[in-house]
Nanobody, 124 residues
Framework: QVQLVESGGGLVQAGGSLRLSCVCS?????MGWFRQAPGKEREFVAA????????AYADSVKGRFTISRDNAKNTVYLQMNNLQPEDTAVYYC????????????????????WGQGTQVTVSS
């Protein structure tokens, strides 16, 4: 099982930006970002396949967040712009080495390796 290490979380005012990074210790077919707010279930944010040409986003972040990856560094990024208080959550990086359909990239159960999470707090 691969190890994932996230970084880049923090406190930002509404309208601000943050960039999350996740380093993966092994190969992955797809990588994704999920988030979990207090008292809520973990939810899909964005995902990307190995080539970088196929991405998926939750409706709530489309147009504001961008996922990308650098395969030479085994790293996936999440650029978050125009952050809002409802984006406050612990953000988790996930990966899978299995073939993943575009539809399955938004499923928590599709990913088998997870990072420890990084806190993102957006103040109003």
């Amino acid at each position: 099982q691969v190890q994932l290490v996230e970084s880049g979380g923090g406190l930002v005012q509404a309208g601000g930006s943050l960039r999350l990074s996740c380093v993966c210790s092994g190969p992955s077919f797809a990588m994704g970002w999920f988030r979990q707010a207090p008292g809520k279930e973990r939810e899909f944010v964005a995902a990307i396949r190995y080539t970088g040409r196929t991405t998926a986003y939750a409706d709530s972040v489309k147009g504001r967040f961008t996922i990308s990856r650098d395969n030479a560094k085994n790293t996936v990024y999440l650029q978050m712009n125009n952050l809002q208080p409802e984006d406050t959550a612990v953000y988790y990086c996930a990966s899978t080495a299995r073939f993943t359909t575009t539809q399955a990239m938004s499923s928590v159960t599709n990913f088998d390796s997870w990072g420890q999470g990084t806190q993102v707090t957006v103040s109003s």
